[in-house]
């Protein structure tokens, strides 16, 4: 063609589904095509509970503390990718950034705390 | 912030980073997970976890001896009589202790983002650097 030549790419959809793949092939599909998608998610669910916290808490005590809020929610997203490992969406690359990331946020926090 | 909090902090941080690698670990193992979504499938978190795991055997074998050594002194000893031999090293549990934080905020991110270890042995002499200036100034009481 001219103008030069162009790659077609084939991206899976949910004809590369089967009866056996269950959610968690459904949930997986997303990867193929963009393997940051579940960084992404997990980083906006992150955001969400450490929002919420941090506001629920200042408006309750006047001030929030926000490395504290920051600190939860790194809990609770480090078991939420757990369980993504097991049901099979999340692969170890993404686990392992968002615990790295997770674990040196509640270190911080650990220190921060007298 | 004291010296004391500081290694509890140090030691909390170690203990917490090795209970969380082992509650994933079990969670996945217990499940039947696929090799490939193992944690332990990436050289970098298995390597790490067995050296916090070496670091906690070697403390806990240090309590054992210590726990050995009190137990040996005799109950015949006199008052006033002197114990000089050590029972229990204040720095070698220091050690170990640091080892494990430095483990985790240093070592797995530095692996993880790709960063070469010369920088971070750059960076660690300069905090180290710091660390005995401020040992000295507050054994000095330059500052509390």
Same mark, same amino acid.
Request: proline share 0%; glycine share 12%; net charge neutral.
């Given at each position: 063609m001219e103008g030069g030549d162009f790659i077609m790419v084939d991206y899976p959809d949910?004809?590369?589904?089967?009866?056996?793949?269950g959610i968690g092939g459904i949930l997986a599909l997303p990867n193929a095509s963009y393997p940051y998608f579940w960084t992404w998610i997990l980083f906006g669910i992150w955001m969400i509970i450490t929002t919420s916290l941090y506001f629920s808490e200042k408006e309750r005590?006047?001030?929030?503390?926000l490395l504290s809020s920051m600190s939860v929610s790194s809990l609770a997203i480090i078991i939420l990718s757990s369980l993504g490992t097991i049901i099979g969406f999340i692969e170890v690359s993404v686990m392992v950034q968002s615990l790295i990331f997770n674990l040196v946020i509640i270190s911080l926090w650990i220190f921060s705390e007298n | 912030m004291n010296f004391k909090v500081l290694l509890v902090n140090m030691a909390l941080i170690g203990i917490l980073t090795f209970s969380i690698f082992a509650f994933i670990i079990q969670t996945q193992v217990d499940n039947d997970v696929e090799d490939s979504y193992r944690? /332990?499938?990436d050289t970098r978190i298995s390597t790490v976890y067995s050296q916090l795991e070496d670091d906690f055997q070697t403390y806990k074998d240090n309590a054992e001896s210590s726990e050995g050594n009190f137990s040996v002194v005799p109950p015949t000893q006199q008052y006033?009589?002197?114990?000089? /031999?050590?029972?229990?090293?204040l720095t070698k549990t220091a050690q170990i202790i640091i080892k494990g934080f430095w483990k985790t905020i240093i070592i797995l991110p530095q692996s993880i983002l790709g960063v070469p270890s010369s920088i971070v042995g750059i960076f660690g002499a300069i905090l180290v650097i710091f660390i005995v200036i401020g040992v000295w100034a507050i054994w000095k009481g330059v500052i509390s």
């Open positions: 949910m004809s590369n589904l089967n009866a056996t793949s005590k006047g001030k929030g503390n | 944690l /332990t499938n006033g009589e002197l114990e000089v /031999t050590s029972i229990f090293s």
